[in-house]
């Protein structure tokens, strides 16, 4: 795939927003992978802009996980490795089957109505196999179903994860059949909190991320073979059930 210029051209949305938005996709398309550099001067050249909108970006990166800052070696891509990737998914698996669960018995007629645009959204992105429009998607269901919710320290928690969860997203997608299961999941997750039912809401969102975790961890191993011997390891069997 032809990769597309990081050039920012003057549209009618805020510059700095642009910004942030082109390198967001450009590190989780991997154009700058994990643990690269990022030096502002070439960022600048790369975006057309200047290096104050840079610097304002790449903070706002880094409070979305993104990038981090180190004294003496600046920006840099964030690194995700296996036990950290572990410890997110754990965290998720239990707040979102929380968010699921408090949905139901929390949310508004109008949380509903979002909750249904929001899955139109991602439904629509899926049928045109538009990767990135679907994990947008994704990312406002999700928000959608926190706010429905009405717990804000879930939403506080998992707010600092963002651009963390949004890589692993990316991750797992990649691996051969991890999107069509989670199509599947994700409409499983719709109808158990349209339902009304908060056990089967809490057992569908953690079944979710469950098997996201299992493929994400796997592409890890598939790295780790292909880097070694060129041959990428058959795909993980998804979970059944979640654990109760």
Known sequence: MAKRSLLITRVPVPLRNQVVERLREAISEQRFPQGARLIERQLCEMLGVSRTLVREALRQLEAEGFVVI????????????????????????????????????????????RLTVAIAAYRRAHERGDGAGGLQATARFYETLFAGAKNEIISATLRPLSGRIHLLRTRSLSMPGRREEGRQEMEAIFQAVMGRDPADAWRKCRLHVENAALYALMSFDREAEEGEAGEPRAKPAARKRARS
Do not use: K, M, W
């Open 70 to 113: 180190l004294p003496h070696r600046g920006p840099s891509v964030a690194v995700l490795d296996r036990q950290t990737v572990r410890g997110i998914y754990e965290v998720r698996a239990v707040l979102e089957a929380l968010a699921g669960e408090l949905f139901v018995t929390r949310a508004s007629e109008e949380d509903r109505q």
